[in-house]
């Protein structure tokens, strides 16, 4: 889910143990990242981060020990990051002009909340009835 100044943005329905992806365009060599974040053990965790050029702020292993970076098709991965999160803050800006992935759902955070804005990811358990009563 997606929430901004307390109020929700939006709310997927996500297993244990699918991913979603957030993306964006690199604010230095402007070219597309793509982080692929797990809900595991009701963390948020981290697993990769997929992007077409090295160097000028992009990951390397030596941020994420135990992480390795491989080339693709079309770039590099970073695979093996395994960071947990509680939840997380994205601050809205034209550039990188973030947006979250799962499954077809897409939500670009800066046409939901205009720049300039914080919008927190955070993935939590709601019972049905709680479901029901929200809408």
């Known amino acids: 889910m997606a929430e901004h100044n307390g109020n929700l943005l939006f709310a997927w329905t996500i297993n244990e143990g699918e991913r979603f992806e957030v ?5 230095l060599n402007l070219s597309p990242i793509v982080d692929v ?3 595991t053990d009701d963390t948020i965790v981290l697993h990769a981060s997929r992007f077409h050029t090295v160097g000028g702020g992009a990951p390397t292993p030596a941020d994420f020990p135990g992480s390795e970076l491989i080339q693709t098709d079309t770039g590099f991965e970073l695979v093996g990051i ?3 999160f509680g939840s997380f803050a994205i601050l809205t800006q034209e550039i990188p002009n973030h947006r979250i992935s799962f499954g077809s759902r897409e939500a670009f955070l800066l046409e939901l909340v205009g720049p300039g804005e ?6 939590r358990r709601f019972s049905l009835a709680s479901r029901l009563l929200s809408f």
Request: no cysteine; net charge negative.
């Open 23 to 27: 993306g964006f365009m690199h604010s």
């Open 37 to 39: 974040f797990e809900w």
């Open 82 to 84: 395994n960071l947990p």
């Open 118 to 123: 914080s919008v927190t990811i955070d993935v």
